[in-house]
């Protein structure tokens, strides 16, 4: 058996599978020995007189018994052992180990033709046969979600700027009590767990035929045409407690490291988007602002991190209204595609939606979310589609994030080429999941 050392287990799901599959788990062992010694000493004593006869006897015994109860409980650890080495065969994903060679397919044609059969079994799943409730097994690169990033770097902030007031000017007094009632929200909402996202090492998303599959990076690899069938990123989401970490959470989820990951299915096949607060989605119906909590942190991150001076420079002025226009376009795209239509470059620039207004609305939240909404609704007046509010919200920050813009809604400052190129990045598609176990 392999060394494993644990990061995060959920000890409740361990035994609720394991006695799900075995019945009553055994979680006490006791262990008992004893040793008895017994000795007895005695002496008889007789009269006689005549024909009447009397003894008079007398013992003394004595008995020693020592014992000893070994009581040893059984930890989480082992019995997660006899999980894993129970479910090895039945994972619904679990990648072939590292000394297995791929199967020999050379062209798209050909991995067409054999999709569906044993002979790529492990190396070609039908996405459609992952159902709720089924487990995998996955190496993935562990990271918090953009959301818990953010209420972390606010926290820490808020903690710093109460100890050292003079870290903070007299303009930024407004942005910080924003910020504070947005970390607030944004802990209630999280209530103790951990949104984590991982981005699969060995598996990508891939459409063959209408359909969708996921293909181990190693058989794609060997694909002499592979540009022909495009893949996308895979990603493993879930949501932790905070309280069933083993390890420091900075060391765990702020590092990119890799992790093997257990976890459960949540939802049948591969989603398009995923929400890392669901009561977002709860609130959204009555306070509309909650249903971007991350666009709308970091913009008041942003304006309780930045000076507010007169303006930008001219100079990063116009690299960031390159960057919003690369970014509204990268938006429209995404979401056309997820949709199965098309909006090119050209058509949203005959409508006005790449106008000197539009990408110039990139310094606040509000302004952003105005540039954006036109494009949305114009999606939808086109294609005569009602769009998800979590795919539109998942994409708007996306298409920021490939733009060029920081976590906190600041643009970096990258080459006008790095921009260009930013808009071109993968589709990324999602395994939503109840995370059990991870470990290396």
């Given amino acids: 058996m392999p060394l494993r050392e644990f990061v995060y287990l959920d000890e ?6 394991i006695a799900s599959r075995l019945g009553p788990v055994a979680t006490e062992f006791t262990a ?15 009269v006689s007189a005549g024909l009447v006869g009397t003894e008079i006897s007398s013992s003394v015994a004595s008995e020693m018994t ?3 109860q070994v009581m040893r409980k059984a930890t989480v650890e082992s019995t997660f052992r006899e999980l894993l080495a129970y479910e090895r065969d039945t994972l619904a994903l679990s990648p072939p180990g590292p000394g297995v060679m791929p199967p020999a397919v050379a062209s798209s044609s050909e991995l067409g033709e054999l999709a569906g059969t044993p002979a790529l079994d492990g190396w070609l799943v039908d ?3 992952l159902k709720r409730g089924e487990l995998l097994e996955v190496e993935v690169e562990l990271e918090a979600d953009d959301i818990f990033r953010i209420r972390t770097i606010m926290s820490t902030l808020l903690e710093l700027v109460e100890e050292n007031p003079e870290l903070i000017g007299a303009q930024e007094r407004g942005g910080l009590a924003q910020a504070a009632t947005a970390n607030r929200v944004l802990e209630k909402l999280l209530a103790g767990l951990v949104p984590l996202r991982g981005r699969s090492t060995n598996y990508r998303h891939i459409t063959l035929a209408g359909k969708d599959w996921l293909i181990h990076q190693r058989l794609s690899d060997a694909l002499t045409d592979r540009a022909r069938v495009p893949s996308r990123e895979l990603n493993v989401v879930g949501v932790a407690e905070v309280a069933l970490f083993w390890k420091d959470l900075r060391r765990v989820l702020f590092s990119g490291s890799r992790y093997l990951v257990m976890c459960r299915l949540a939802r049948d096949g591969v989603q398009l988007s995923w929400t890392p607060v669901q009561l977002a989605d709860v609130f959204a119906d009555v306070l509309p602002e909650l249903g971007d909590l991350g666009e709308m942190s970091r913009g008041l991150l942003a304006g309780m991190t930045r000076a507010r001076g007169e303006g930008p420079d001219a100079a990063m002025a116009g690299t960031a209204e390159q960057a919003m226009r ?3 376009i990268c938006y429209a795209e995404t979401i056309a595609a997820a949709y199965d239509a098309s909006c090119a470059e050209q058509d949203l620039a005959s409508h006005g939606l790449l106008s000197a207004k539009q990408v110039a609305a990139h310094g606040s939240v509000a302004e952003r979310r105005t540039a ?10 086109e294609h005569r589609v009602e769009l998800d509010p979590a795919v539109l919200a998942d994409a708007r920050s996306e298409a920021l994030r490939r733009a060029g813009f920081d976590e906190v809604g600041a643009l970096a400052e990258i080459a006008a080429s790095a921009v260009v190129a930013a808009s071109g990045g993968p589709e990324q ?5 109840e995370v059990v176990a991870i470990y290396w």
């Fill in 429 to 433: 598609r999602f395994l939503d999941t």
């Fill in 32 to 46: 008992s020995e004893s040793n008895s010694l017994r000795s007895e000493v005695g002496a008889n004593a007789g």
């Fill in 372 to 381: 954006f909404g036109a494009v949305t609704r114009h999606l939808e007046e």
């Fill in 66 to 68: 020592s014992g000893s």
């Fill in 326 to 328: 690369q970014a509204l």
């Fill in 127 to 129: 996405a459609s046969r």
């Fill in 12 to 17: 409740v799901s361990v035994f609720s599978l």
